[in-house]
């Protein structure tokens, strides 16, 4: 069974940054495809935040395109959301998600809270 544990996650001041990490343990040899942050916020859906590709390429949400920055490493097999300049908005439960590089297995982690509040 693969699991995926954030950290990171805490109370900032806007314009502040934090770094969420995700950290992927499973079965040897086991790899994950596409990784991908997401958030949920009291009250409305779980939303893409971010997503990574094998290849490296990336996508972000219009709300935090400029001002998060996704990538992983895979030698760790960790998984990182850098934000910046963060709002009072981007206050939400992020979690971790990631696809097996093989068959059709979709993993989440349980989620870490991030509060932007002055």
């Known amino acids: 069974q693969v699991q995926l544990v954030e950290s990171g996650g805490g109370l900032m001041q806007p314009g502040g940054s934090l770094r969420l990490s995700c950290s992927s343990s499973g079965r040897r040899g086991f790899n994950l495809g596409i990784m991908a942050w997401y958030r949920q916020a009291p009250g409305k859906e779980r939303e893409l935040v971010a997503r990574?590709?094998?290849?490296?390429?990336?996508m972000y949400a219009d709300s935090v395109k400029g001002r998060f920055t996704i990538y992983r490493d895979i030698a760790k097999k960790t998984l990182y959301l850098q934000m910046n300049s963060v709002k009072p908005e981007d206050t939400a439960v992020y979690y971790c998600?990631?696809?097996?590089?093989?068959?059709?297995?979709?993993?989440w982690g349980q989620g870490t809270q991030v509060t932007v509040s002055s």
């Open positions: 998600y990631g696809e097996a590089v093989i068959g059709t297995d979709v993993y």
């Open positions: 990574i590709v094998p290849g490296g390429s990336t």
